[in-house]
């Protein structure tokens, strides 16, 4: 188990300040993230599985590790890591492709805040024990960036409400127990507004439609699903009828700093391997990190790496620092922006580097260049993020944002 986080202590560390619990954690993640890397090849030759019993392996390290619902407040059971250091965490994790990090578990911390006590013994504590887990249904086939136009329906039936709708891309829907169910109420004082509801997928009127294919190999599902006709109490409604977006929104904050914090991983160990690979391959009579086009390749995608490092450090420092919430929420969207591209442009980079390896399956530049291409698009595409930015900067100005 690792300390609280500490203010005022020694810093150390030349690159980036930070304290000695906080080093140590980072260290101890990434040695557990060296743990998992050899089995990429043979989860991505797998459908993204490994066997039950390395899963189970997995699963025993991340509790002794005290890595189970870091995001989650520590009366309830979880981790209450600070922001920076869930970051730190989240970095380690990225370095990993198929998922395989996923088995360091977050669930939703926006929930306990506004969860009534049965979500919380319900839902809430047995998620943060990891007897549980948790998916999200917002998005429909019309209505992805523009949340707000959703169809999904909660009509109001006696003590309680009709679900329906049918979602898309409902990710773990296969590893999950329950789902957040986002729908406009239909009819009523509060018609229009959304509502969400915390269900058990085993609830009738629940079913796969279909599971697509994506370009990642995860073992991680993302199907559509119907919801038809779903009988559920009202107690099983999140907060007040009308607060459905403000909850969705309060995970999209959070969630866009985590995707940055794993593109930092995923981005250093591509430029590791490319700078390994780069110093012992052999052309023309030398390593091809001789010829300057490789290494100013390797030079732009460590630059780059830098600048994205420091954004989302400094972003996650303002959080715990308690800074303006629009301000954080500006910052997660540059953060997650700049990241999820950098992250892109090293991957494209490595491959090259890679040469015709790099095109192959068992090839850590080929799947990273697939996987991260997401990171671009889930949790609020690229241009939405820029929408949120020049939002937040003509309201707030240059200085609030980046000062
Ligand atoms: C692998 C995967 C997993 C996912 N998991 C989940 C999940 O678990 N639960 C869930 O609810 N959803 C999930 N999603 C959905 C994801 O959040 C949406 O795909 C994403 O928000 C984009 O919506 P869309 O796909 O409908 O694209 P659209 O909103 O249709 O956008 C299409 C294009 O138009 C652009 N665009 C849209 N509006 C604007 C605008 N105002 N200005 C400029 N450009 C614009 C977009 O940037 C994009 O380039 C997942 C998606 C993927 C791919």
């Known amino acids: 188990m690792f300390p609280a986080p500490s203010r005022g202590v020694r810093l150390v560390g030349t690159t980036y300040p930070m304290s000695e619990a906080d080093r140590e954690l980072q260290q101890a993640v990434r040695a557990f993230v060296d743990e998992l890397i050899p089995h990429e090849v043979e989860a991505e030759l797998h459908g993204g599985e490994l066997p039950p019993e390395l899963l189970e392996a997995h699963r025993r390290r991340v509790a002794e590790l005290g890595l189970e619902a870091i995001n989650m407040p520590k009366e309830l059971g979880g981790g209450g890591f600070s922001t920076f250091q869930q970051v730190l965490v989240q970095e380690q994790v990225g370095r990993v492709t198929n998922a395989l990090g996923?088995?360091?578990?977050?669930?939703?911390?926006?929930?306990?805040e506004v969860a009534s006590q049965e979500q919380l013994d319900r839902w809430v504590i047995p998620t943060i024990r990891g007897e549980r887990r948790e998916c999200y249904a917002i998005t429909e086939e019309g209505a992805g960036s523009d949340v707000d136009a959703i169809q999904a329906t909660a009509t109001r039936d006696g003590d309680g409400y009709r679900l329906n709708g049918v979602k898309w891309h409902v990710t773990s829907f296969n590893e999950a127990d329950h789902v957040f169910f986002q729908g406009k109420l239909a009819g009523g004082a509060n018609a229009g507004a959304h509502a969400m509801f915390?269900?058990?997928?085993?609830?009738?009127?629940?079913?796969?439609v279909r599971t697509p294919a994506y370009a990642h190999t995860y073992p991680y599902h993302h199907p559509v699903v119907a919801f038809e006709d779903v009988r559920v109490p009202a107690g099983q409604r999140i907060g007040a009828e009308g607060d459905g977006m403000a909850f969705a929104y309060e995970w999209f904050r959070y969630e866009r700093l985590m995707i940055a914090a794993r593109c930092l991983g995923a981005a250093e160990r591509l430029i590791e391997e490319a700078t390994a690979f780069a110093k012992e391959r052999q052309a023309y009579g030398q390593p091809i990190f001789g010829y300057?086009?490789?290494?100013?390749?390797?030079?732009?995608?460590?630059?780059?790496?830098?600048?994205?490092?420091?954004?989302?450090?400094?972003?996650?420092?303002?959080?715990?620092?308690?800074?303006?919430?629009?301000?954080?929420?500006a910052q997660c969207s540059m953060a997650k922006l700049y990241a999820s591209e950098m992250a892109g442009r090293v991957a494209d980079r490595a491959v090259q580097i890679f040469g015709g390896r790099g095109y192959m399956r068992e090839n850590v530049a080929e799947r990273f260049y697939r996987e991260l291409r997401v990171d671009r698009i889930w949790e609020g595409t690229s241009e939405i993020q820029r929408a949120i930015?020049?939002?937040?900067?003509?309201?707030r100005g240059v200085g609030r944002l980046t000062g």
């Not at 996923?102 to 306990?112: D, E, F, G, K």
Request: net charge negative.
């Open 102 to 112: 996923w088995v360091v578990h977050t669930p939703a911390s926006w929930l306990p």
């Open 198 to 208: 915390v269900l058990d997928l085993d609830t009738p009127g629940i079913r796969v």
């Open 292 to 329: 300057q086009a490789i290494q100013f390749s390797l030079a732009d995608s460590l630059t780059e790496l830098w600048a994205a490092r420091l954004m989302t450090y400094q972003t996650a420092s303002g959080i715990d620092a308690e800074i303006d919430v629009k301000v954080q929420h």
């Open 389 to 395: 930015i020049a939002d937040q900067l003509a309201k």
